[in-house]
């Protein structure tokens, strides 16, 4: 080709570019003569991707293993049964004021714990204090009272003494004395026996007979008169006597009616402080609180449940099993549970109820059907099991997860309706 032909592009393109063609500038930018800087080989990389591979694999390794171990956990090994669904259960126990009042202090929480005696509600208690200080004081009124008729009454009887029994018997004399005298009377009359009368009167022996009969006869009369004297004075004396007599009754019958009064008042004394006793609620039990029903400004009525408590030795597990499954849940059965509030603490227990539903639906605690009641084809069952919690962590309403082993001896249930 001449000196004046054209190239074409394919040529000019694969023709390498010089560095004089671009100003006598190399193109790595380094000064003429110096070298560029050696290259990393792929060789120095290696061991690091190797090393960081490994530690991926092996971080895999030990997921897949955790994931295993757990799902073998929850599907259990091929003689055991896994139920996820239990829910610890309780029976409460209910607090409730026996006065209607408004709530001033509550001392306790939703799951908090409370011991027997620990006051947990007060009530206010101005109204209920100002019934006591009435009642008090009517108490004292009426014992003051009571007090001074009592004091009557003694004085009375003390000064009556012996006086009736006494006068009687005195007016019995007399009246005998009168009647004494009467018949003195008429024996001292001189008569004539027979006709020898006439020269008797003749005689100085009848003038003496005459005036001894005369004397005979004043005297008698005289003592009729003081017999009759002391049978008027016993009289009034007697009737003196039976309105006193009628008086020391009626102060008796005073008395009693204060007495019954004082006893009245007593009562309604005692019952006011009872009232206000009661304004003051404290646990009947110790555990734990499942449900608070109130709050500090409230108005509760008397036998309104405001605290619900479950002992500890009154929670249990149940868990419901399919009717495929029942034939390996047998009582006395051990079992392990595992609580989703606790995925690192395992618990121990054991089947102590078959076939029915023993929870209970007081204070909000899940619903339950009747006990007693057999579980019908195609339909779970009910099976009660008693936790270990030394510890007492356990609260109504967790969700638990319990393993059945399919041991010896679970060739069918036992015990279908109760519990162990």
Request: aromatic share 4%; hydrophobic share 40%; proline share 6%.
């Amino acid at each position: 080709m001449g000196a004046g032909e054209v190239r074409p592009m394919k040529e000019q393109e694969k023709r390498p570019v010089s560095e004089e063609m671009l100003g006598g500038t190399p193109v790595s930018g380094l000064p003429d003569g110096e070298a560029p800087p050696p290259t990393p080989r792929l060789r120095a990389r290696l061991p690091y991707k190797w090393m960081a591979l490994v530690l991926v694999l092996v971080g895999l390794g030990i997921a897949a293993a955790a994931l295993v171990f757990g799902v073998k956990w929850r599907l259990g090994p091929p003689d055991a049964l896994v139920v996820s669904d239990a829910r610890v259960m309780g029976e409460p126990t209910a607090v409730s004021p026996a006065v209607r009042g408004r709530i001033d202090v509550i001392d306790a929480r939703e799951g908090g714990r409370v011991d027997k005696g620990q006051t947990i509600v007060r009530l206010g208690t101005e109204g209920l204090q100002a019934e006591v200080d009435k009642a008090e004081a009517r108490v004292r009124a009426v014992q003051s009272e009571l007090d001074d008729a009592t004091d009557a009454l003694t004085a009375a009887r003390a000064k009556m003494g012996n006086v009736v029994p006494q006068t009687e018997a005195r007016l019995k004399d007399a009246r005998e004395r009168l009647e004494a005298a009467r018949a003195g009377e008429r024996s001292a009359v001189i008569r004539a026996p027979d006709r020898r009368y006439l020269s008797y009167q003749a005689g100085s022996a009848y003038v003496h007979d005459t005036v001894e009969a005369r004397r005979e006869r004043e005297y008698f009369r005289a003592e009729q008169d003081r017999a009759k004297k002391e049978i008027s004075a016993c009289e009034a004396r007697l009737k003196a006597a039976g309105a006193e007599a009628a008086a020391i009754m009626a102060q008796e019958e005073r008395s009693e009616a204060l007495k019954g009064k004082a006893s009245e008042a007593k009562a309604e004394f005692a019952a006011a402080k009872e009232k206000l006793a009661a304004a003051v609620l404290v646990s009947p039990v110790s555990g734990v609180v499942v449900k608070v029903a109130g709050k500090v400004g409230d108005t509760v009525e008397a036998g309104q449940p405001l605290i619900m408590v479950v002992e500890p030795d009154r929670m249990w597990v149940e868990a419901r099993v399919g009717e495929a499954d029942y034939k390996y849940i047998r009582s006395g059965q051990p079992v392990s549970l595992k609580a989703e509030a606790f995925p690192q603490q395992s618990f121990s227990g054991k089947v102590t109820g078959l076939g029915v539903s023993f929870s209970s639906e007081v204070g909000g605690l899940p619903d339950s059907r009747s006990p007693g009641i057999d579980a019908k084809p195609g339909q779970d069952s009910a099976v009660k099991i008693t936790v270990d919690d030394p510890q007492h962590i356990l609260r109504p309403g967790m969700a638990m997860t319990v393993k059945f082993t399919k041991g010896a001896g679970s060739d069918g249930p036992s015990g279908r309706s109760g519990d162990g």
